[in-house]
């Protein structure tokens, strides 16, 4: 069976294959080197470890300076893990323009688990130093478990282990788990910091936004696409009455993928962290929600004046 994952991956990179040749002439004539994962990594790292030493010389080691550091280190590594995150939806629906960012997702994703290990130690940092009690932070730590399992499956080897549908589910959900991580950081937890400080603040919480609605449209038309090219597709998934009736492979997929959000859900619950993950949510998918609504209750208006017109002509 055809992975239409990877048939997708493969359609946006084809897009400019024309243009290729052209680009990297231009490149080795100008110089530049072909970008790899290591040199992203490396490069990712690097300015993380300056970020944060420069915010603790200058405001010290304390639970002050290593507070801004950390919200310094947070930022840049939120914008290698919002190209990681908004770049496949972005590279479709701007094909072939920036179909560059398709093909280096991967690179960024690991760029941007690259940076978290100086905002990692951070936190381990201000941990250590803190007088008051600072809690399990299980929100947080099931983001940077889900940081690092996507880091760890982004070895070829590893991932083809994997029922590709059972990679891309658990994919989807630990990109989607993180970006509701950087929500509650950027708007929940600070959202009368939004006000005081909005360069500090809006930025981000727009592009968390707008990066989940870039994915969304890239999904959706996605499966438009295929379902015009297929029309036999469907929904893709059983019925919920046919759920016992499921074969091997489909269980494979199934019961992995609900096992590791029942724990995610349980060890947010242990923590009494539910409701605001619940908030999180609301924040980062809630303007969606609200835009499709208007969507659909706009075209039924359209429909319905449309409909009134025809009948009194």
Known sequence: MVDPMK????????????????RRHLARAIGWKPTTAASLMWAAFVVAFALAAAMLVIFGVGERGTAIALRATA?????LFWLAYAGGAIAWLCRPRFSGLA???????????????????LVLWIIHIATGPSGAMVFFWIGIFCTYL???????????????????ILRTVALEYIAIAFTADFITLHWHELGKH?????????????GAGLRFAAFWGRR????????????GWPPFSQFGRMSREDHVVVWPALIFVAAIVILLAFDNALWGTFESVLALYGPL???????VLFKSMIRGVSLVGRQFS
Request: with cysteine; charged share 20%; glycine share 6%.
């Open 7 to 22: 048939s997708e991956e493969n359609s946006v990179v084809g897009m400019d294959a024309a243009c290729t040749p052209k």
């Open 224 to 235: 438009l696409q295929r379902l015009r090219e297929n029309p036999s597709l469907g929904s």
């Open 289 to 295: 929600v609200v835009a499709l609504i208007g969507y």
């Open 75 to 79: 930022r840049w590594s939120f914008l």
């Open 198 to 210: 909005p360069l500090s603040y809006l930025p981000f919480a727009l592009m968390l936004v707008s």
């Open 150 to 168: 996507l880091a760890l499956f982004s070895v070829p080897r590893l991932r083809d282990a994997l029922e590709p549908r059972l990679w891309r």
């Open 103 to 121: 093909r280096h997702g991967r690179d960024l994703g690991l760029a941007y688990a690259s940076a978290q290990l100086i905002h990692v130690g």
